[in-house]
């Protein structure tokens, strides 16, 4: 995965952070170096979060200034982030923004735009999250005057953007039913840094093997703070109940 979000250091077993661009045996008899090594990387990686978590922290407060909600967007490929915004974007209108983040492409800044949202594409390429940094920089190419509501609809997967502050207000997480019921308690980080969970697709629910309410039950025991909603994007009711969930967010905020 990417150079520095640590997805490659485990608090088990610290091995291999250095580059692998060539084959070797991992059969390594000093017990000392690797030591040494991974106490430079957990430093690095300190540092790193540190920096983001300063960046973030400004970013939250200069949104906060111009009373704008920010709302970080996080889930696997294909979840159905760039079909909620759509639908969101027809209801919201100019009132909000979002910032893309592909490794590739500028496919789904490109399908906001089309909507008449302003819309940003960072395209990270072998970085697999946003980090503050980028949304800053990706805020500075968004005409912020008049604006409400801020999406950052980070890149699509289900492990690195839960460990990045990326300045939002609040973390939404989507779960589709083709994804499987499983991905909760497999993959719990980003799931415990929620504060909503759209189960996504659930017009599918016909056609898959998926058990919701044992979905429930693992999402309530990894975070119980968090709200869970069954959605689909084809339901004028849920895209409304969306709309007034952010309402009732940036109105706690702000009035």
């Known amino acids: 995965m990417c150079e520095d979000c640590g997805c490659g250091i485990t608090d088990k077993d610290i091995q291999h952070d250095h580059k692998h661009d060539h084959l070797h045996s991992h059969e390594h008899k000093s017990s000392g170096v690797h030591h040494h090594e991974n106490k430079i990387s957990l430093s690095i990686l300190t540092n790193i979060h540190e920096k983001n978590n300063q960046k973030a922290e400004?970013?939250?407060q200069l949104l906060s200034n111009k009373k704008i909600l920010c709302v970080n967007l996080m889930s696997a490929p294909?979840?159905?982030k760039t079909s909620l915004l759509e639908e969101t974007a027809k209801i919201l209108g100019k009132?909000?923004?979002v910032i893309e983040g592909d490794l590739e492409t500028n496919k789904d800044a490109e399908r906001i735009k089309k909507k008449g949202v302003q819309a940003y594409q960072i395209t990270t390429g072998q970085t697999c999250h946003l980090d503050a940094a980028m949304?800053?920089?990706g805020i500075s190419h968004i005409n912020t005057e008049n604006l409400e509501y801020l999406f950052v609809e980070n890149v699509g997967n289900l492990v690195c953007p839960a460990s990045?502050?990326?300045?939002?207000h609040i973390n939404i997480v989507l779960l589709s039913v083709p994804e499987g019921d499983d991905k909760a308690a497999k993959y719990?980080?980003?799931?415990r840094k929620s504060d909503r969970v759209f189960i996504t697709k659930v017009?599918?629910?016909?056609h898959f093997d998926f058990n919701i309410v044992n979905v429930k039950k693992d999402i309530e025991n990894i975070n119980p703070k968090a709200d869970v909603k069954e959605f689909s994007v084809k339901d004028d009711k849920n895209i409304k109940e969306f709309i007034e969930y952010l309402l009732s967010v940036k109105d706690k905020l702000y009035l």
């Open 78 to 80: 294909g979840s159905g």
């Open 203 to 206: 017009d599918l629910l016909p």
């Open 95 to 97: 009132k909000m923004a």
């Open 58 to 60: 400004e970013i939250r």
């Open 135 to 137: 949304v800053a920089h």
């Open 164 to 168: 990045y502050d990326v300045g939002a």
């Open 188 to 191: 719990p980080v980003m799931f």
